[in-house]
């Protein structure tokens, strides 16, 4: 079996889509067996991967930019995939759409669907092509998979999927994710300039992660004295949202850290007392699993996947109100016995999260849909 898979999105983007594709790229190639396994992307720059590939062919495409392809492919439909990545039994398309294709049997992973569920919530300049496209993609495409059981039950109801194409695969926590030690923290404390106690949440600041709300919960804790950090990039319409953080009567207690690199990261999430995450909508939810695996608990809502994918690890909470969170996290502080059971229990429970499963199980979908 000759497998083409789509890898633009790891070339183009850090977090989210682009995480996914890479760490995909490197699990699928150490399980392919004797099938083949083509890498797909455009380079007109020449830079290269600056990512693992275990052995794999790829094909890059140098004598144009991959934009403007994009934008043919969006307005014209033209010219097929196929045509410039070669023929392959299988073609997967990680990033929600499936391009112009002559032949082939097609896989897409649609990673959730908040866009349809809340549109208000979705980037602006993507919302259009994505509504534009979903439907056909779904009706194209041989098998979908999505990152949660929540997510397929989602696709199903709101583009009438066919529950028989549809497959829940989780998605696997970072092989690096693990308690630092603590010279580790310290020196990322120093780097940071924290020294007080902190909360921490970790994702991209945009609408759909709540943190003009998870700033009202600070403000309610008046009984903790340390910082409320946050880490992730700025996403769509962050202004209002930083606009209500340095407005906030806690301001000086507020730390935006923007990005921070892997390695920072997990000594992040080590050094904090708690890991809140009033996230409005997931369709999986990587960084509470990753708080889980460096020894922090976790206050989490109980939004879309969360609590399938969370399980009885986290305390999750339904309710968006702002004192109620802030009891529950100051009772957490107040309750060291608590904390550490939920640290055991969510370090196990974090740990069943592996790419090397997710590869496998999507090879199995490959293999399905080639039959």
């Not at 032949?103 to 919302?127: I, K, Q, W, Y």
């Not at 939004?303 to 999750?316: T, W």
């Not at 802030?326 to 640290?343: F, H, K, P, T």
């Not at 090397?356 to 090879?363: I, K």
């Amino acid at each position: 079996m000759n497998v083409c898979l789509d890898i633009q999105a790891a070339v183009a983007q850090r977090a989210g889509v682009g995480r996914y594709t890479r760490a995909l790229v490197e699990h699928l190639g150490k399980g392919r067996d004797s099938d083949q396994l083509r890498l797909f992307y455009f380079d007109f720059q020449r830079r290269g991967l600056t990512f693992v590939t275990p052995n794999l062919e790829q094909r890059a495409v140098r004598w144009c930019p991959g934009r403007l392809v994009q934008k043919c492919w969006k307005t014209l439909r033209w010219p097929p995939f196929d045509w410039l990545a070669g023929r392959a039994d299988v073609y997967h398309f990680p990033n929600f759409i499936i391009p112009p294709l002559t032949a082939g049997r097609t896989v897409v992973t649609v990673h959730d669907v908040s866009f349809l569920r809340f549109p208000n919530l979705a980037e602006t300049r993507n919302l259009a092509y994505l509504k534009a496209r979903i439907a056909a993609t779904v009706r194209r495409a041989d098998a979908i998979i999505t990152d949660s059981r929540f997510s397929a039950g989602e696709i199903i109801e709101l583009l009438r999927a066919d529950p028989g194409r549809v497959f829940a695969i989780h998605l696997g926590v970072a092989d690096h994710m693990h308690p630092s030690d603590a010279a580790a923290v310290a020196v990322m404390r120093q780097r940071y300039g924290l020294k007080r106690p902190y909360l921490l949440t970790v994702g991209t600041l945009e609408p759909r992660k709540n943190t003009t709300f998870l700033a009202s919960i600070f403000e309610a804790m008046q009984a903790f004295d340390g910082d409320l950090v946050i880490a992730g990039m700025r996403g769509w319409k962050y202004q209002p949202i930083l606009q209500r953080l340095r407005s906030s009567p806690r301001a000086g207690a507020i730390r935006y850290l923007e990005y921070v690199s892997d390695e920072e990261l997990t000594a992040l999430y080590a050094g904090a007392e708690l890991f809140l995450f009033p996230s409005l909508y997931e369709g999986f939810g990587f960084p509470p699993l990753e708080a889980m695996l460096c020894g922090t608990p976790v206050l989490a809502s109980a939004a879309g996947s969360l609590p399938e994918v969370l399980g009885e690890s986290a305390r999750l909470i339904p309710e968006f109100d702002a004192e109620h969170w802030a009891q529950e996290a100051l009772g957490l502080l107040n309750d060291d016995a608590r904390r550490r059971a939920m640290v055991a229990k969510g370090r196990v429970w974090a740990q069943r999260y592996t790419w090397a499963e997710t590869a496998r199980q999507t090879w199995t979908i490959y293999r399905k849909v080639a039959a």
